[in-house]
């Protein structure tokens, strides 16, 4: 089986560890063990006692009774045997693929998006449709434009609400519009919804599994809770079908997830408020840093991100971004990912929701180079 190489975490892989300032990282300031038995207000000695007694099976093959009860309470309409675990969030949209796409089927994408949803069916053999979002449409789904690419043969529609790496979060009637169109057809729409709950507004973020029959959400730790070490994530679906072909396929490349990560998750996910309240808190501190930088900068622009942790950058200078990202890294230390990554030029993905100062810093950098360019 051939596919198409990941640009972005290779463009990660080879460059990330070079950074001095790394303004490219897409999880929210991640927290040490420590701060997430303080924000949790649990007992760390007593946890790794316990732990410490537990013998190192597979642990719970579907995933811990308490975490995965925990996760459904993320949702309105998930009950926790509509929830298994995953290795992270890029195992759960692999293995939701994986397990429903063959080859022929009709699957719609939405690009830029993380580049699994389109990359993985077309490397199964399912003709992949493209709904491209734009600039001047807030990157947000045209539902016009969606109802042209789908049809009987659909077997997916998959989607990244809030949006890596534009930051766009889809209104609740644009959702419910995408699935009607996705119902009309019988198709089930894929939701990767990392970036869930870190929004500039207060209300509750609507998840794809709450809406529709045939929604499956994708999740993980690493993101929303600053958890990325734990490797976990998961999948939320209230589909029979699609649960019954995921555990299916499941079994081949995963069977279960570690038992301490799960441990570590469960106690994260039971003080969500805490580390939400955390997260939020940075993401609209920090927003407001790199609003007021676009503000003063006259060669760059953007859409301002409604929820998550990234944003697109607009420069308008006449250079391929890879090559810019590259001069830019080489010179200051400043790192951020070219919008070649997510097939959009003169653009860079930028991950404002790392430690304040370094983000104040990667900017300063980012300015001074611009400014000795011609």
């Known amino acids: 089986m051939k596919i198409a190489?990941?640009?972005?975490?290779?463009?990660?892989n080879l460059n990330e560890t070079k950074a001095k300032y790394n303004i490219a990282e897409t999880c929210v300031d991640s927290v040490t063990l420590d701060e997430l038995f303080r924000?949790?207000?649990?007992d760390r000695r007593e946890f790794f006692?316990?732990?410490?007694?537990?013998r190192m099976t597979y642990g719970a093959i579907f995933g811990a009774d308490e975490l995965n009860t925990a996760i459904s309470g993320l949702y309105r309409s998930v009950g926790t045997e509509e929830i298994i675990t995953t290795h992270g969030a890029a195992g759960a949209n692999h293995l939701a693929l994986y397990s429903l796409v063959e080859?022929?089927?009709?699957?719609?994408?939405?690009?830029?998006?993380y580049q699994q949803l389109y990359s993985i069916p077309e490397?199964?053999?399912?003709?992949?449709?493209?709904?491209?979002?734009k600039k001047e449409e807030n990157f947000?789904?045209?539902?016009?434009?969606?109802?042209t690419l789908v049809n009987e043969k659909t077997k997916i529609i998959c989607i990244n609400n809030p949006n890596n790496p534009t930051g766009a979060l889809i209104p609740e009637e644009t959702l419910r519009g995408i699935v009607e169109i996705a119902r009309g057809v019988d198709a089930y729409v894929l939701c990767d919804e990392v970036y869930r709950f870190l929004t500039q507004e207060d209300g509750y973020p609507e998840s794809v599994a709450d809406l529709y029959e045939k929604g499956i959400a994708v999740g993980s730790m690493s993101k929303v809770f600053s958890?990325?070490?734990?490797?976990?994530?998961?999948?939320?679906?209230r589909s029979k079908e699609a649960m019954r072909e995921i555990l299916l396929h499941r079994d081949y490349d995963t069977i279960s997830c570690g038992m301490i990560d799960e441990a570590l998750a469960a106690i994260a996910l039971e003080a969500k408020e805490a580390i939400i309240g955390r997260n939020r808190g940075i993401v609209k501190e920090n927003l407001a840093v790199l609003d007021a930088w676009v503000a003063k900068e006259p060669r760059f622009s953007y859409v301002k991100p409604q929820c998550g942790t990234t944003a697109l950058l607009y420069c308008d200078v006449d250079m391929p971004s890879e090559e810019f990202c590259l001069k830019l890294l080489a010179e200051t230390g400043a790192f951020l990912t070219p919008g070649s990554c997510f097939d959009e030029e003169h653009c860079f993905r930028i991950g404002y929701a790392c430690n304040k100062r370094e983000l104040e810093d990667g900017l300063a950098k980012l300015s001074e180079?611009?400014?000795?360019l011609a």
């Open 5 to 12: 190489t990941f640009k972005v975490e290779e463009w990660m």
């Open 39 to 42: 924000l949790a207000e649990h």
């Open 49 to 54: 006692e316990t732990i410490a007694q537990r």
């Open 103 to 113: 080859p022929g089927d009709a699957v719609v994408s939405v690009m830029p998006t």
């Open 123 to 133: 490397s199964y053999g399912a003709k992949v449709r493209i709904l491209k979002l």
């Open 140 to 147: 947000l789904p045209n539902l016009d434009r969606l109802r």
């Open 227 to 237: 958890l990325a070490g734990l490797r976990l994530g998961w999948i939320a679906t």
């Open 369 to 372: 180079f611009v400014k000795g």
